[in-house]
C-alpha cells in the first residue's frame, strides 16, 4: 500500500507542469520528430487499439480521451491500476514507449490556479451560518436528491428559461463524474482523472483553494460538519480504494485512510457521514481481468467500510461474503477463487431512526454465487453486522468472460449472467401517510419498494427492459409523491408484446402504489435529428404496473457450445482475448448516438432536471412531464473564466447540483463511447 502511493507520489513529483491540454484530436502528432511517428503509436495499435478505438462496444474511452489524462494517470492505470492486466504481455521497452506517447500534455498542469484564484475579500470559504445546499451524492443523507426553492435561489418557473452565466474547464479531465458540495457560496469540485479537488466561488467560478491527490480520484463528494474533534470536511473516496478527508475552509488534507479488502478495491459511490462516523462503500477492478483465460478469477468483493471522523481509523466493516477461497480449475486449467462480487457502486444511504444504514450490490462475479449479489443490505451503524438482506436477483454470475462464455465465465451448477447490479443510489423515501420505505432501482428495469424495518418487499414495478448497461443506473429522485426512474435502455424499438413505456427515458411512478404515472421517451432530436420535442404521455392501465416476484430465478442457460480454450501466441502478436469479451457484452446499438438516460435526477422546486449519456439536459415539470428546457452541452466553450479551453460532452454519473442561485452542469463522460468533456457550466436565470 505505502509502496504504491509512494510510487503515485514520486510519478506526479517527476513529472513538469506544462501548458494547456491540447484539446482531444489536436492531439495527434504531438511527440513527433522528424524522423518520423512515435514508436509508442503502433505499440498502441497492437495492444490498445481494439478497445479504445471501439468505445461503443468496450466501454473504453477513446484514444483522444486518454491523450488528455496526465503522465502519472496514465503510468498508474497500465502499472498498477485499471489496466494492468491488458498490459502485462507488453514487452518492458514498448510500454516505456506507450507511456512516453500517450499523455499529450505533461505533468500537472496547475498554472492556470494562480490566475484564477478568488480576490482576498471573496477567498474564505465561509461555513459558518451558510446553507448546507447539497451535502451528498443524494443531495442529503436519504438519497431523495429534492432541493428546494429557498435551499437552491430557484424556481420551478426559473427553469424554464436559463442561460450559461459561467463556464469553467479542467485540464487532463476527459470525464466529469463526481458530484459536488455546495455550502453556502462555494462549490467544491473534483475534476478526479487529474487527482485534483477544488473549492470555487459560486457566483464567479473563481478559486478558493485547491487539493492535490497523489491518486486519481473517482467518488462523489459529501460534507462533514465540524465536530468537536475535527474540522469541517469533504471527504472522498479514491481509484485504490482510499478515502480522503479535506480540511473544508483550507484545503488541507486531515487524514487518507485505506477502505479495501484487497487490492482489487476502489471506491467509487460517495463516502457518506453520519454521526461522527464515514461510512465508504467499497468497488472493485476485477470484473475486466476476468476476460483473460489465465486469470485466476476472482477474489475482489464488497463492503461498506467506516471510520471515526475525527482520526480516519477504521472502526468496522460491513463485508457482502466471506474471503474467497480456491475453488475448482477452470476449463483452460487457472486455478478459479470465490465467492467475490457483490460490490458497492454505489452511495449508501442513512437512516438516523433505525441506525441503519442501506447499501445496493452488484452480481457474483466467480462460482458460487451468494446470497448477498444483487441485494439491498441493512447493516447496524454501530457494528456492521446485517440487519437484513432483500435479494432481487438469485445466482447472478457474470465477469467480462461471459460474452462468450470464456473459461472465467464457465461454473457446475444453475446460474445465469445478466449482470443486474444495483449500481444506484437507494433512497429512504416518506410517502404521503407517513409510512416510510427503501426504494432500490436496479439494472434489470425494475424498481423494488421495500419495508425499511425488515427489507419485505411492499411493492414492484418494472419499468424498463433492462440489461448489463440498461435499467436505472446512477438513481432516482422523490418529491413527497413521485419517484422519477431514469432509463438507460438501449435504443431498440419496443416489441408488439413489450411495455410502450419501457425504452430509454424516464418514467414518474406513484409512491404509493408503484404505479407509473407519466413516461416520457427520448427521441433522435438528442442525436441531432430536426424533430420536435417529444411529449410525456400517461401509459394506459395495463402498463402501468409489471410486479415482480423477488427473487427473481435463474432461467436455463442456452445450450451453446463453450468457447475452446484459446491457443497460445508467438510473442508479439496482438491478444484480442479480453477485447472479445468486452465486445461481447456489450450492447450493440443501432445507431452510434444512444438515447439513454444513464445519471440520476435532481429535483429543483420540483422541476426534474435530467441529462443523456449524448450531452442533452432536458428539466421537465414534475407533475405532468411537460419539457420545461433544454439544452445541448456536448459542444464547444472556447471562453471559460479560467482561461482553460471547454469542452462539453456525455451526461453521466452525477452530472448536475443546484445551490446560489445557480444551477451547475458538468459535462463530459469518456466511457462506453460517450463524448469526453471537461466543463463546470453555470446556469442563470436569463435577465429580463
Ligand atoms: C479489453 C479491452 C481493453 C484493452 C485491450 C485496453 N483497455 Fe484501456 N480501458 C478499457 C476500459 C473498459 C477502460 C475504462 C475503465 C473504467 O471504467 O474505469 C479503460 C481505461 C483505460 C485508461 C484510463 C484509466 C483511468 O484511470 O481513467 C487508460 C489510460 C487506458 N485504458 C490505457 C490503455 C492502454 C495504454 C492499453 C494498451 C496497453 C489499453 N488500455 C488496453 C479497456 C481496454
Not at 464567479?204 to 480520484?217: E, I, N
Not at 487524514?255 to 478495491?265: D, F, K, P
Not at 432483500?390 to 464457465?410: H, L, P, V
Not at 459542444?635 to 473564466?641: C, G, K, Q, S, Y
Request: aromatic share 8%.
Amino acid at each position: 500500500m505505502s509502496q504504491l502511493r509512494a510510487f503515485a507520489l514520486a510519478t506526479a513529483i517527476a513529472v513538469i507542469a506544462s501548458g494547456c491540454a491540447p484539446r482531444p484530436g489536436e492531439a495527434n502528432g504531438e511527440h513527433a520528430d522528424l524522423a518520423g511517428p512515435h514508436p509508442g503509436a503502433a505499440v498502441y495499435q497492437q495492444w490498445c487499439s481494439s478497445c479504445h478505438d471501439n468505445g461503443q462496444q468496450s466501454g473504453a474511452p477513446s484514444l483522444a480521451a486518454i491523450r488528455t489524462l496526465n503522465r502519472a494517470t496514465v503510468k498508474y492505470a497500465l502499472e498498477l491500476g485499471y489496466m494492468k492486466i491488458q498490459a502485462k504481455d507488453v514487452p518492458k521497452e514498448e510500454l516505456a514507449q506507450l507511456i512516453d506517447w500517450l499523455p499529450s500534455a505533461e505533468g500537472t498542469n496547475d498554472n492556470w490556479i494562480s490566475a484564477a484564484r478568488c480576490p482576498t475579500k471573496i477567498r474564505e470559504v465561509r461555513l459558518t451560518g451558510a446553507p448546507r445546499v447539497s451535502t451528498t451524492y443524494g443531495v442529503t443523507n436519504n438519497g431523495n436528491r429534492a432541493q428546494t426553492a429557498e435551499e437552491t435561489g430557484l424556481s420551478r418557473d426559473d427553469m424554464k428559461d436559463l442561460e450559461v452565466a459561467w463556464v469553467a474547464a479542467f485540464p487532463q479531465t476527459p470525464t466529469m463524474r463526481s458530484q459536488p458540495v455546495i455550502v453556502g457560496d462555494t462549490i467544491f469540485i473534483a475534476a478526479t482523472d487529474a487527482g485534483r479537488l477544488y473549492a470555487l466561488d459560486t457566483n464567479s467560478g473563481c478559486v478558493k483553494w485547491s487539493y492535490v491527490s497523489d491518486m486519481t480520484l473517482r467518488s462523489s463528494l459529501s460534507f462533514a460538519e465540524a465536530t468537536d474533534h475535527s474540522p469541517a470536511a469533504i471527504i472522498m473516496g479514491d481509484a485504490a480504494g482510499f478515502v480522503h478527508a479535506v480540511d473544508a475552509k483550507t484545503g488541507r488534507k486531515l487524514w487518507v485512510s485505506e477502505a479495501r479488502l484487497n487490492e482489487y478495491n476502489r471506491i467509487t459511490g460517495a463516502p457518506v457521514v453520519h454521526d461522527g462516523k464515514v461510512f465508504a462503500p467499497v468497488s472493485a477492478i476485477e470484473v475486466n481481468y476476468a476476460g483473460q483465460d489465465d486469470y485466476q478469477c476472482c477474489k475482489g468483493q464488497g463492503a461498506v467500510v467506516a471510520f471515526d471522523l475525527a482520526t480516519g481509523k477504521k472502526v468496522w466493516t460491513g463485508k457482502t461474503m466471506e474471503p474467497a477461497q480456491p475453488t475448482r480449475l477452470g476449463r483452460t486449467g487457472t486455478q478459479q477463487w470465490g465467492p467475490s462480487g457483490a460490490i458497492i457502486w454505489s452511495t449508501p444511504i442513512v437512516d438516523p431512526a433505525r441506525n441503519v444504514i442501506y447499501a445496493g450490490t452488484g452480481e457474483n462475479t466467480s462460482w458460487p454465487a451468494t446470497d448477498t449479489s444483487d441485494s439491498i443490505i441493512a447493516y447496524d451503524m454501530n457494528t456492521g453486522d446485517r440487519r437484513w438482506v432483500f435479494q432481487a436477483t438469485k445466482s447472478d454470475i457474470w465477469n467480462y468472460a461471459c460474452g462468450r462464455r470464456a473459461a472465467n465465465c464457465d461454473w457446475p451448477g444453475e446460474y445465469h449472467s445478466p449482470d443486474h447490479d444495483f449500481g444506484a443510489t437507494s433512497m429512504l423515501i416518506k410517502r404521503q401517510d407517513g409510512s416510510e420505505l427503501v426504494i432500490a432501482g436496479q439494472k434489470s428495469g425494475v424498481v423494488w419498494a421495500l419495508n425499511p424495518d425488515n427489507g419485505q418487499l411492499v411493492w414492484s414495478n418494472k419499468v424498463g427492459r433492462g440489461s448489463a448497461n440498461g435499467g436505472v443506473h446512477w438513481g432516482m429522485a422523490f418529491d413527497g409523491t413521485r419517484i422519477f426512474v431514469p432509463n438507460n435502455d438501449s435504443n431498440r424499438p419496443a416489441a408488439p408484446d413489450e411495455n410502450p413505456a419501457w425504452g430509454p427515458g424516464i418514467n414518474a411512478v406513484n409512491a404509493m402504489t408503484g404505479e407509473i404515472e407519466w413516461s416520457y421517451k427520448n427521441n433522435a432530436r438528442d442525436c441531432g435529428q430536426a424533430l420536435p420535442v417529444a411529449k410525456a404521455s400517461v401509459p394506459t392501465p395495463e402498463w402501468r404496473i409489471q410486479r415482480v416476484t423477488a427473487p427473481v430465478l435463474p432461467t436455463p442457460r442456452a445450450a451453446a457450445p463453450p468457447a475452446p480454450p484459446r491457443p497460445s501466441l508467438p510473442a508479439g502478436t496482438p491478444r484480442v482475448t479480453s477485447t472479445e469479451s468486452a465486445v461481447a457484452v456489450r450492447p450493440v446499438v443501432a445507431t452510434p448516438c444512444r438515447l439513454g438516460m444513464s445519471p440520476p435526477p435532481l429535483l429543483v422546486d420540483g422541476a426534474v432536471v435530467t441529462g443523456t449519456t449524448q450531452g442533452m439536459l432536458r428539466i421537465f415539470d414534475g407533475k405532468t412531464g411537460e419539457v420545461l428546457f433544454e439544452y445541448m452541452t456536448n459542444r464547444e466553450f472556447p471562453t471559460t473564466v479560467n482561461k482553460v479551453p471547454g469542452h462539453g460532452g456525455g451526461l453521466d454519473s452525477a452530472p448536475y447540483i443546484a445551490g446560489d442561485g445557480t444551477l451547475f452542469v458538468q459535462s463530459g463522460y469518456a466511457r462506453f463511447g460517450e463524448p469526453p468533456g471537461n466543463v463546470l457550466i453555470a446556469f442563470r436565470p436569463k435577465k429580463p
